[in-house]
């Protein structure tokens, strides 16, 4: 079987991590693998760890314009619009996602209102994915959250979009420990290995088709009065 080339695509990945570079960051090992897979196969990928950035807090594309003296978001937020591909990863903390992973959704939130040249919402055409470490529950809630998110702002996503580990349950090894199982564990190097294949072919897809199809989805249009041929019911 042919090996696919996905040259011509770009993979953003975000590290939620608490930990400032360069302290190591647990999540950053199982996102590596993936990065190194996608670049093997041709993709261009840049990772941002987002604590080492002095990102505002807020819903707005700058927070600048609203009280805050700086913001590193509108420069980075260059970088996802130039992605076809967007993972969101980071670590667990009392079952949930990380406060800088929050904030990140946040982020991407506050662009999502933005239009792209077809007149659709500004994240169409690109495909998200999560991935998610720790040593205690909350896996799959993390991702489900974070998955959620992107399909809401705009994202594809495809089958078997998240991967993750945790290990033992409770004050265990973390995913890069001496002797925790992680880079070795078959169920998570079988689950990151499908969701970047997933990722990558889905991406492909899309740009190979020009992005989604507008028609039925363009907020532009919409506004200017043009439903689609949907009927409200109060004139029915």
């Known amino acids: 079987m042919t090996e696919p080339d996905f040259t011509g695509l770009k993979a ?4 939620g991590t608490l930990k400032k570079s360069p302290e190591i960051s647990n999540t950053e090992g199982l ?21 080492d950035y002095d990102i505002a807090t807020g819903v707005q594309p700058d927070m600048r314009e609203h009280g805050w003296k700086t913001d590193a978001w509108p420069e980075i937020y260059k970088k996802v619009q130039a992605a076809d591909i967007l993972v969101v990863c980071g670590p667990i903390w009392l079952g949930d996602n990380s406060s800088q992973t929050k904030k990140l959704i ?10 792209n040249e077809k007149g659709q919402y500004a994240y169409y055409g690109k495909v998200g994915g999560a991935i998610i470490t720790g040593n205690e529950d909350g896996l799959k809630h993390c991702a489900m959250n974070v998955l959620y998110s992107l399909q809401h702002i705009g994202c594809m996503i495809p089958p078997q979009a998240d991967a993750g ?25 079988r689950n990151v290995t499908f969701m ?4 990558m072919h889905m991406a492909k897809m899309l740009k190979d088709a020009g992005g989604v199809p ?5 907020a532009t249009q919409w ?14």
């Open 12 to 15: 953003l990945y975000f590290n």
């Open 31 to 51: 996102l590596r693998a993936s990065m190194e897979l996608m670049e093997k196969h041709g993709v261009k990928t840049e990772l941002i760890r987002t604590i």
């Open 106 to 115: 946040e982020r991407l939130y506050a662009n999502s209102g933005e239009f």
């Open 165 to 189: 580990w945790i290990g033992e349950v409770g004050p265990g090894p973390s995913y890069l420990d001496k002797g925790s199982g992680g880079p070795e564990n078959d169920f998570t190097n």
């Open 196 to 199: 970047t294949y997933n990722l």
């Open 214 to 218: 507008a028609y039925g989805n363009e």
């Open 223 to 236: 506004k200017k009065g043009d439903h689609f041929g949907f009927d409200n019911p109060e004139y029915r």
